[in-house]
T-cell receptor, first 112, second 116 residues
Framework: AQTVTQSQPEMSVQEAETVTLSCTYD???????LFWYKQPPSRQMILVIR??????QNATENRFSVNFQKAAKSFSLKISDSQLGDAAMYFC?????????FGKGTRLHILP | GAVVSQHPSRVICKSGTSVKIECRSL??????MFWYRQFPKKSLMLMAT?????????EQGVEKDKFLINHASLTLSTLTVTSAHPEDSSFYIC????????????FGPGTRLTVL
């Protein structure tokens, strides 16, 4: 069974600043993937970043990077130089056996 | 990138009627499609997984007779909400995966169902 926990229902960050969203997970799979998805007001799910569990190097996509701590089962998302367009719900997710399971989400507000 | 469409984007129906939602992969063949349900300000809850040509696998607590899923082709899956009731009102999102070994999953834009 997989579980994904996001303990921050909401967060705010000043524009141009850096913010970190937390996520912990649990899985019995030895081979799995972790994701961060963004859901803007349009409700379209957008993949932000993906991490293969077997890779030790943290994934990076432009202003988005993760801190993957496998032993601690932690997978946080760092957004640098926050922009107004980053305002959205962010879901942490894991894929182990065959399906993607989502956390409850963190609503990110960007303060101008 | 891969595109997944859903139709309709919004539907309003009367209680007791059935509603069909279509999910199509537009530029790739999807061996597996997933259906999620999202309540307002909540997360996506996986309802079922369907593989082309076989019966869908439902998550615990999801009524298979209530939510009929058909994955008749590699580009189309349908979700039919039978005898809809107001508590079925929700946002339904489908997702498609290219192959059994692919870790990429593409999401449709969702369908908002309102049952009066």
């Amino acid at each position: 069974a997989q579980t994904v926990t996001q303990s921050q229902p909401e967060m705010s960050v000043q524009e141009a600043e850096t913010v970190t969203l937390s996520c912990t997970y649990d899985t019995s799979e030895s081979d799995y993937y972790l994701f961060w998805y963004k859901q803007p007001p349009s409700r379209q799910m957008i993949l932000v970043i993906r991490q293969e569990a077997y890779k030790q190097q943290n994934a990076t996509e432009n202003r988005f990077s993760v801190n993957f701590q496998k032993a601690a089962k932690s997978f946080s998302l760092k957004i640098s130089d926050s922009q107004l367009g980053d305002a959205a719900m962010y879901f942490c997710a894991s894929r182990g056996d065959d399906k993607i399971i989502f956390g409850k989400g963190t609503r990110l507000h960007i303060l101008p | 990138g891969a595109v997944v469409s859903q139709h309709p984007s919004r539907v309003i129906c009367k209680s007791g009627t059935s509603v069909k939602i279509e999910c199509r992969s537009l530029d790739f063949q999807a061996t597996t499609m997933f259906w999620y349900r999202q309540f307002p300000k909540k997360s996506l809850m996986l309802m079922a997984t369907s593989n082309e040509g076989s019966k869908a696998t439902y998550e615990q607590g999801v009524e298979k007779d209530k939510f009929l899923i058909n994955h008749a082709s590699l580009t189309l899956s349908t979700l039919t909400v039978t005898s809809a009731h107001p508590e079925d009102s929700s946002f339904y999102i489908c997702s498609a995966r290219r192959s059994l070994v692919s870790n990429e999953q593409f999401f449709g834009p969702g369908t908002r169902l309102t049952v009066l």
